[in-house]
């Protein structure tokens, strides 16, 4: 079956740094991958999405990028500030139809002033 | 918002008792999910739907069943709760299919401790 690692060990960034999150996958090819922010007591809320044809996309300060030989997605906020701070979770389309997402565990990540 | 709202948000309920969650949407979606979160673990998909009375299993479905009898409602149901049920439980929806996907929109979550 096919598993994702995020860090599970908090990211501290200093504002105006940019901060970088990594999602490695393994045993599976998924046909896209996506990015969520989770607030404390919220539900997550989607923040991109990138196929497998696509090395990169951009969203205001976000940058995601999709390596699928090393399997493995790259998470950038640029310029971060203290309203970044949360979860955010790496998800794979998970195969055999329906939309289905297996998510990671996510990585918490704390922008300091 | 996408219109997607879960009841109860919070509930105690006693083991071997049977507990049932309501997701309701209002935007006609095909697709809808059951995820569970628990420390460590993550979100893990509990049930989906891909349109009515159509459901199948997902990564954690023992001791769960669920229902689909409008677009809009999705029913998730613990016949006899049990203290390893007790969890975040978020219903979502998908937003798009194809070239026009898009991310889930997940409700704000349903907390279920089991006593």
């Known amino acids: 079956s096919q598993k994702i690692e995020q860090n599970s060990e908090a990211l501290n960034i200093q504002e105006g740094k940019t901060a970088t999150l990594t999602c490695n996958y393994t045993?599976?090819?998924?046909?896209?991958l996506q990015w969520y922010r989770q607030d404390p007591g919220r539900g997550p809320v989607f923040l991109l999405l990138?196929?497998?044809n696509e090395k990169e996309k951009r969203k205001e300060r976000l940058k995601v990028t999709f390596d699928t030989t090393l399997k493995q997605s790259l998470f950038h906020i640029t310029a971060s500030q203290p309203a970044d701070s949360a979860t955010y979770l790496c998800a794979l389309e998970w195969g055999g139809g329906g939309n289905k997402l297996t998510f990671g565990t996510g990585t918490q990540l704390k922008v300091e002033l | 918002d996408a219109g997607i709202t879960q009841s109860p948000r919070h509930k105690v309920t006693e083991t071997g008792t049977p507990v049932t969650l309501r997701c309701h949407q209002t935007?006609?979606?095909?697709?809808m999910y059951w995820y569970r979160q628990d420390p460590g673990h993550g979100l893990r998909l509990i049930h989906y739907?891909?349109?009515?009375?159509?459901?199948d299993k997902g990564e954690v479905s023992d001791g769960y069943s669920v229902s689909r009898s409008k677009t809009e409602d999705f029913l998730l149901t613990l016949e006899s709760a049990t203290s390893s049920q007790t969890s975040v439980y978020f219903c979502?929806?998908?937003?798009?299919?194809?070239?026009?996907?898009?991310?889930?929109?997940f409700g704000s979550g349903t907390r279920l401790t089991v006593v």
């Open positions: 739907s891909y349109g009515v009375k159509d459901t």
């Open positions: 045993n599976y090819s998924p046909a896209y």
């Open positions: 979502a929806i998908s937003v798009g299919q194809g070239e026009h996907m898009g991310g889930y929109t």
């Open positions: 990138i196929r497998e």
């Open positions: 935007e006609n979606h095909r697709y």
